[in-house]
């Protein structure tokens, strides 16, 4: 595809998460855009197969153990990137832990883990990275991805709903803080994305996935692709004006969907439903 080759050539990104689903989908496409990449996570052994994947592909890419929870280690993923690099042009915010539980029913712990995942260790990639992507000679990049339920209530996930949201406000406050230094702060916020453990266990495992998918109103769930190009638009040149912006990418799903039938019957039309 003409508007992604070579869209990131000469760009270094640092990729929590790396190493499965939305993640590694990400780093596939920015290694075929022509970037280098960082995967960090706690598995270093599924970091390692994910990165001889992306050399496979011809892309230079390195596996580095941090879990995002710990600053330090977080700061030694940076620096790990920039000592086989020269340079870190792009974060992405990807790590997270998530599963169902009733707010009643929830412990504090589990409650302090999620959002100690998901919305502290977005802001140690933020802080760690910050003088890195300040440098960045293209204008550096933080992308964090949330969720199209951040907003809107998420029943059964309130530690993620509430991190997730927290997360955008960040990225926001991020975008006002760090624009002047050229950073460009912005969240993607996926929907349900078909082709992820997240979205087999949320979905599929109970029983859910027609009705989530009548919800939809192209008539289908997303796939990690998706995701990829649209962290391709907002971290390459096509991105340079855009900061502060929740990009949502759900098939219409949030702000689509009239609550009626029709996404219904586009999905049975198709043969989906
Ligand atoms: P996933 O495959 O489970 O990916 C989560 C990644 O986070 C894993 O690679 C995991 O690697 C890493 N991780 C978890 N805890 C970590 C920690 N403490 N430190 C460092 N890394 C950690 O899930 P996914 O579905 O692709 O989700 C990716 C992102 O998209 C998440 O932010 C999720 O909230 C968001 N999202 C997903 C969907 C969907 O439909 N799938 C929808 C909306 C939003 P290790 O186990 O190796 O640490």
Redesign the pocket.
């Known amino acids: 595809m003409t508007f992604i080759q070579n869209a990131l050539a000469g760009r270094v990104a640092l990729i ?10 990400i780093a596939k496409a920015f290694a075929g855009a022509g970037g280098r990449l960082v995967l ?5 052994d ?2 390692e197969g994910a990165v001889s994947e992306l050399r496979d592909m011809g892309a230079e890419a390195l596996a580095v153990r ?4 710990n600053f330090e280690e977080v700061e030694a993923a940076v620096r790990s990137a920039l000592d086989a690099f020269g340079s870190l042009d792009i974060v992405i ?6 599963f169902i539980v009733p707010a009643a029913q929830m412990s504090p712990n589990a409650w302090k883990v999620v959002i ?3 919305l502290n ?1 977005t802001f140690h990639c933020a802080r760690a990275s910050y003088e890195a992507l300040k440098a960045s000679r293209f204008g550096g990049r933080f992308i ?6 951040a907003l809107e209530g998420w029943p059964g996930c309130a530690h ?1 709903g509430a991190a ?1 949201a927290g997360i955008m406000s960040l990225v926001r406050t991020l975008a006002g803080e760090w624009g002047p230094d050229g950073i460009r702060c912005n969240t993607i ?6 082709d ?4 087999k266990r ?1 979905y599929e495992d109970r029983g859910e996935a027609s009705h989530q998918l009548a919800q939809i109103p192209l008539g289908q ?2 796939k ?1 692709d998706d ?1 990829a190009k649209a962290a391709i638009y907002l971290c390459s040149e096509a991105g340079d004006y855009i900061t502060g912006a929740d990009l949502v990418v759900d098939g219409g799903r949030e702000r689509g969907h009239s609550g009626v039938g029709a996404p219904k019957v586009m999905a049975r039309d198709r043969g989906r439903a």
């Open positions: 929590t998460g790396g190493g499965s689903g939305i993640g590694l989908g960090a996570s706690r598995d270093l599924k970091l941090a879990d995002v929870r915010a990807n790590a997270a832990g998530n100690d995942i998901d260790g964090a991805i949330s969720t199209t339920r993620a997730k916020a996926p929907g349900a994305i078909g992820t453990e997240g979205a949320l769930f997303g990690t995701i």
